[in-house]
């Protein structure tokens, strides 16, 4: 047993565990808790991971009222696992912790020179290769056996590539090739070691991409494992953690109440220029309030904040049971306890994304991974077997995000849909290929619920955000709900006021907000550098300066 687990296997309620001032704990995953049935939301198929297995250096389950104070200690990550794990828990603190990997799953390397596909590569020290057969082989540690804990190659079907451009502070997605299933780094036709981080290749197409100068960052995309997993907890808060390596995800808080990030940093450590494989902090199924203050991020491939819940859809109603069965229906997100009895669910019609129905759960019965059983109170008279999915209304937190810095990501800053109120202020934005803010809601791609009622977007800074999207403009913000019925006039959103905001553009380009289906956007004494295109689609809009 390894001396994290050492120190808190034995944990009991309404304790304080401190650890050893700034010390270094050494974690492997094969010595380390191994866990079964933690099914996550938004990460590994069935495939990926077929029974929820979870490796963890601190768990939890069952716990209340302690408080671990890391004390300036780092958890030092040897292989790929969860670091956290919290299930059916009251009342933690976790504060004043370090997490980092060893040898981070992410690669990354320099590009010093591309003289027409003639390459010279700087590789980042910790980031561990061999060249087999004249392919580049990304490596993570050896075990005692010699064998590596991990290994893939620069280029396959699970590889995505991005570049990082320190002159514009900006993450973007490399180009794909012929055959690429994602962003990749272009074929090499040779490959030559001259010293021990220094590569030449020679690219297959002379005159692919691969911008000189650029630092490229590279990963598999499996989310076998991911930052932390919190499950049907209550009164979460984690405070002064300086995380800075994500495998998978980031954290992931599904299905708890009142949950709070503050004085965090979740940025790369000095010399890397990534720091998560997605999104950082997601939030799926949660009730109560969600308290984001006084946070650091930059260095995402995905969103820093993703809210919502998940549509499950209908495939079967019996009528003389009163009973649905319903499914998980995006292969990312399945396996975990997404109703109560007692909580209310609402019909969602799926080519509108509107609701027509709500009903309480009276009991449920859990037939396999990917399909729930549901005894309603009653049901409606109009549904559309195979089509319309379910919400659960029950658990919709209200959301307060305010005094954080956003800095480059090669996706959005915040994605956002939950109907509790949410209040968006006094937050730095900072170079997001994606809006800073997106509204979304869709029952037929990634099933992420729901519409919003009740957002303000006040005093935040917002700087070459949204460059991605648009060429010939910054998209700000977006509320762009996943209607398949394009000519439907209905409401998906309710209100959104966007206030004493300062929009940047410092390459002189437009700004740009698309508004679709939402009934009520304010804009009020916000400053733009540029002028503001607003693109909207069954929206009402409303500009004032004062």
């Given at each position: 047993m390894n001396q994290l687990l050492k120190k808190i296997s034995n944990i009991q309620n309404n304790a304080t565990v401190l650890l050893e001032k700034d010390k270094i704990y050494d974690v492997y995953e094969d010595d380390c808790i191994f866990l079964h049935g933690y099914y996550c939301s938004n990460t590994a198929s069935k495939q990926e991971n077929p029974d929820g297995f979870r490796k963890a250096a601190l768990w939890m389950e069952n716990k209340q009222n302690i408080t671990i104070d890391g004390n300036g200690a780092t958890i030092l990550i040897h292989?790929?696992?969860?670091?956290?794990?919290?299930?059916?828990?009251?009342?933690?603190?976790?504060?004043?912790?370090?997490?980092?990997?060893?040898?981070?799953?992410?690669?990354?390397?320099?590009?010093?020179?591309?003289?027409?596909?003639?390459?010279?590569?700087?590789?980042?020290?910790?980031?561990?290769?061999?060249?087999?057969?004249?392919?580049?082989?990304?490596?993570?540690?050896?075990?005692?056996?010699?064998?590596?804990?991990?290994?893939?190659?620069?280029?396959?079907?699970?590889?995505?590539?991005?570049?990082?451009?320190?002159?514009?502070?900006?993450?973007?997605?490399?180009?794909?090739?012929?055959?690429?299933?994602?962003?990749?780094?272009?074929?090499?036709?040779?490959?030559?070691?001259?010293?021990?981080?220094?590569?030449?290749?020679?690219?297959?197409?002379?005159?692919?991409?691969?911008?000189?100068?650029?630092?490229?960052?590279?990963?598999?995309?499996?989310?076998?494992?991911?930052?932390?997993?919190?499950?049907?907890?209550?009164?979460?808060?984690?405070?002064?953690?300086?995380?800075?390596?994500?495998?998978?995800?980031?954290?992931?808080?599904?299905?708890?109440?009142?949950?709070?990030?503050?004085?965090?940093?979740?940025?790369?450590?000095?010399?890397?220029?990534?720091?998560?494989?997605?999104?950082?902090?997601?939030?799926?199924?949660?009730?109560?309030?969600?308290?984001?203050?006084?946070?650091?991020?930059?260095?995402?491939?995905?969103?820093?904040?993703?809210?919502?819940?998940?549509?499950?859809?209908?495939?079967?109603?019996?009528?003389?049971?009163?009973?649905?069965?319903?499914?998980?229906?995006n292969e990312s997100s399945w396996g975990f306890q997404a109703f109560h009895c007692g909580d209310i669910i609402e019909f969602v019609r799926w080519n509108t994304l509107c609701p027509y129905f709500r009903a309480k759960v009276l009991r449920y019965e859990r037939l396999n991974d990917t399909q729930i059983k549901l005894f309603l109170k009653k049901l409606p008279s109009d549904i559309q077997e195979q089509k319309d999915v379910i919400a659960n209304l029950t658990y919709m937190p209200s959301v307060i995000i305010r005094k954080n810095y956003f800095g480059y990501t090669a996706a959005r800053s915040i994605l956002c849909t939950t109907s509790k109120k949410v209040v968006i202020s006094n937050n730095v934005f900072e170079h997001n290929a994606g809006p800073a803010l997106l509204i979304e809601d869709d029952c037929n791609f990634w099933f992420e619920s729901g519409y919003t009622k009740h957002i303000v977007f006040k005093n935040n800074k917002i700087t070459d955000c949204g460059f991605l999207e648009d060429k010939g403009s910054h998209i700000d913000i977006a509320v762009t709900p996943q209607v398949m019925n394009q000519d439907m006039r209905q409401y998906v959103h309710g209100t959104l006021k966007i206030v004493k905001n300062s929009f940047i553009a410092p390459d002189g380009k437009p700004h740009q907000m698309r508004f679709q289906f939402i009934r009520s956007v304010r804009l009020k004494k916000n400053r733009f550098d540029t002028p503001l295109l607003v693109q909207k689609t069954y929206s009402n809009v409303v500009e004032t300066c004062l």
């Open positions: 292989g790929i696992m969860t670091p956290i794990v919290l299930r059916s828990c009251k009342n933690i603190t976790i504060k004043n912790l370090k997490i980092d990997y060893f040898r981070p799953t992410m690669s990354q390397f320099t590009v010093l020179k591309n003289d027409h596909g003639n390459c010279v590569l700087s590789i980042h020290p910790e980031s561990l290769f061999e060249i087999r057969e004249n392919v580049l082989i990304w490596c993570g540690e050896k075990k005692e056996n010699g064998e590596y804990r991990w290994e893939h190659p620069y280029k396959d079907e699970n590889t995505l590539s991005m570049y990082y451009e320190p002159m514009t502070n900006r993450l973007q997605f490399l180009e794909r090739e012929e055959n690429d299933k994602f962003p990749s780094v272009p074929e090499f036709s040779a490959i030559e070691q001259t010293d021990t981080y220094t590569l030449k290749v020679r690219l297959k197409n002379s005159e692919a991409f691969l911008p000189e100068g650029s630092i490229v960052q590279s990963r598999n995309v499996v989310r076998d494992q991911i930052g932390g997993f919190f499950e049907e907890c209550k009164n979460l808060k984690f405070e002064n953690l300086r995380v800075m390596f994500f495998h998978g995800l980031g954290m992931l808080s599904q299905f708890c109440e009142n949950i709070t990030f503050k004085n965090c940093d979740f940025t790369p450590k000095k010399g890397r220029t990534f720091v998560s494989n997605a999104d950082g902090f997601q939030f799926s199924g949660c009730k109560g309030k969600i308290l984001i203050e006084n946070n650091r991020a930059f260095g995402n491939h995905d969103d820093f904040i993703n809210i919502h819940g998940t549509h499950l859809q209908i495939e079967e109603a019996y009528r003389k049971e009163n009973a649905l069965l319903v499914r998980f229906a």
